[in-house]
C-alpha cells in the first residue's frame, strides 16, 4: 500500500538554526498539509497546500514558516530560525482529493528538537 | 474559531465496550471524522460521518448529530492493541482540525 514518507525521523538542531524537514506524499495525492504534535497533546494544524500554493494556514505558521513543493515529488517545511518551543513532532500529510470525506494519510513524522 | 471537546482518557476492560464521546464547535462544518494513534505512532483514519447516523467498520462504530453538535466512536469486543489515542476532528474546507484526543486504557 503507497504511504507517505518522512525524512529524517528525528531532527536535532540549535536554536536560531534553518531546519528542513523533508516529505515524499502519495504518488496521485493532489492535497498536501503539515500538523504537529508537541508530546502529548493534539495533533495541530499548520498549513494546508494544492495547486502549488498555499490554501489555508493557521496562526502557528507565521513568517518563520514556508513550505514548497519543489519538483513533482518533495513536499518540504522549513522553518526559517527555530526556537526551543517549535520543538515537536511534524507530521506530513496527505489527500488524494479535496472531497471532505477523502482522509488525511499522515507520514510516520519527524521528532524535531530544539536546544 | 472551533473548538471539539473529548474526555482525556477513557478506561475499559478487555472484551467490553466503549464510547468515546467529542462535542464541536465550528463554521463550515461539513463532517465528523476519528483518527487512531497508537504511542510514537502517525495517525490513522478510521471514519468518516458527513451525515446524522451511524457508520460501521468492523467491531468500530461512529455517530453523528449535526443537530446537537455532537458524535461518537463505539468500539466493541475490545483488544489489548486498540490501546492508543483517539482523536475527533472536523473536517473544514480543506483542512481538518483535531481535538485533543481520548487516551484509551484497557485493562486484562
Known amino acids: 500500500e503507497p504511504e507517505v514518507t518522512q525524512t529524517p525521523s528525528h531532527q536535532v538542531t540549535q536554536m536560531g538554526q534553518e531546519v528542513i524537514l523533508r516529505c515524499v506524499p502519495i504518488?496521485?495525492?493532489?492535497?498536501f498539509y503539515w500538523y504537529r504534535q508537541i508530546l502529548g497533546q493534539k495533533v495541530e494544524f499548520l498549513v494546508s497546500?494544492?495547486?502549488?500554493?498555499?490554501?489555508?494556514k493557521s496562526e502557528i505558521f507565521d513568517d518563520q514558516f514556508s513550505v514548497e513543493r519543489p519538483d513533482g515529488s518533495n513536499f518540504t517545511l522549513k522553518i526559517r530560525s527555530t526556537k526551543l518551543e517549535d520543538s515537536a513532532m511534524y507530521f506530513c500529510?496527505?489527500?488524494?482529493?479535496?472531497?471532505?470525506?477523502?482522509?488525511?494519510?499522515f507520514g510516520n513524522g519527524t521528532r524535531l528538537t530544539v536546544t | 474559531g472551533q473548538s471539539l471537546e473529548q474526555p482525556s482518557e477513557v478506561t475499559a476492560v478487555e472484551g467490553a465496550i466503549v464510547q468515546i464521546n467529542c462535542t464541536y464547535q465550528?463554521?463550515?462544518?461539513?463532517?465528523l471524522s476519528w483518527y487512531q494513534q497508537h504511542d510514537g505512532g502517525a495517525p490513522t483514519f478510521l471514519s468518516y460521518?458527513?451525515?446524522?447516523g451511524l457508520e460501521e467498520t468492523g467491531r468500530f462504530s461512529s455517530f453523528l448529530s449535526r443537530s446537537d453538535s455532537y458524535g461518537y466512536l463505539l468500539l466493541q469486543e475490545l483488544q489489548m492493541k486498540d490501546s492508543a489515542s483517539y482523536f475527533c476532528?472536523?473536517?473544514?474546507?480543506?483542512?481538518?482540525?483535531f481535538g485533543k484526543g481520548t487516551r484509551l486504557h484497557i485493562l486484562p
Open positions: 500529510a496527505s489527500r488524494q482529493s479535496g472531497t471532505v470525506n477523502s482522509p488525511l494519510h
Open positions: 504518488s496521485n495525492h493532489l492535497y
Open positions: 497546500f494544492y495547486n502549488n500554493e498555499i490554501s489555508e
Open positions: 465550528t463554521s463550515g462544518f461539513y463532517g
Open positions: 460521518n458527513a451525515l446524522d
Open positions: 476532528a472536523v473536517n473544514r474546507d480543506d483542512k481538518i482540525i
